[in-house]
């Protein structure tokens, strides 16, 4: 089955201790992206990487980190959270320019975040 | 002012009505315009697309964009319980890798 995998999906933890939400996908796909989803804001893209190797801010990345060492994996990494990180985290991925013209991203079922 | 605006709802209809949802955009480079469905606790699915203006039709929804305005439409005819979910509007310029917008989010609720 196709699909983007996300873990873990629910976490609570404290200011400062460093985490790391993993994001896998099957469909060999070469553009994978990190989103945020906060209430009355929507989506917002915090990273994103059109393929292995090569990654570039969304329009919120303060506050985390991403590494794309292999097509299927693209880890967010949040070096010391803090609350105003608590929201709920997306990856999605799909086919690269060659698929860019349907806008179809696959997304994971997501990870809820709460940093206390 | 965000680049793709939405009335986040909540919006509460009886099972059968049509519904609408809109959102207006303000980049006029926006190329391709689409709609996700979101159920809760779950990722955003792909529901339709559209390139440039016009309208596209699949079974009982029907998208409408006119860039003349910067209006994007969602139309469900005969509305069902199963429809209830937060409906996003989006749009992206294809030669920023296709980087995606998205709308606030609308929170449809079909009663039976």
């Known amino acids: 089955e196709a699909q983007v995998t996300q873990n873990p999906r629910y976490l609570i933890t404290v200011t400062g201790k460093k985490l790391t939400v993993t994001c896998s996908q099957n469909?060999?796909?070469?553009?994978m992206s990190w989103y945020r989803q906060d209430p009355g804001l929507g989506l917002r893209q915090i990273y994103y990487?059109?393929?292995?190797?090569?990654?570039d801010k969304g329009d919120v990345p303060e506050g985390y980190k991403v590494s794309r060492k292999e097509k299927r994996n693209f880890p967010l990494i949040l070096e010391s959270p803090s609350p105003n990180q608590t929201s709920l985290y997306f990856c999605?991925?799909?086919?690269?320019?060659?698929?860019?013209?349907?806008?179809?991203?696959?997304f994971g079922e997501g990870s809820r975040l709460t940093v206390l | 002012q965000k680049e793709v605006e939405q009335d986040p709802g909540p919006l509460s209809v009886p099972e059968g009505a049509i519904v609408s949802l809109n959102c207006t955009y303000s980049n006029s480079a926006f190329q391709y315009f689409m709609w996700y469905r979101q159920y809760s606790r779950k990722g955003p699915e792909l529901l339709m697309y559209t390139y440039s203006s016009g309208n596209k039709e699949d079974g009982r929804f029907t998208a409408q964009v006119d860039k003349s305005s910067k209006y994007i439409s969602l139309f469900i005819r005969d509305s069902q319980p199963s429809d209830s979910a937060t409906y996003l509007c989006a749009s992206m310029i294809y030669n920023q890798g296709g980087k995606l917008i998205f709308g606030q989010g609308t929170e449809l609720s079909v009663k039976p």
């Open positions: 469909m060999n796909h070469e553009y």
């Open positions: 990487s059109m393929n292995v190797e090569v990654t």
């Open positions: 999605a991925s799909k086919e690269g320019l060659a698929g860019a013209n349907t806008g179809e991203l696959f």
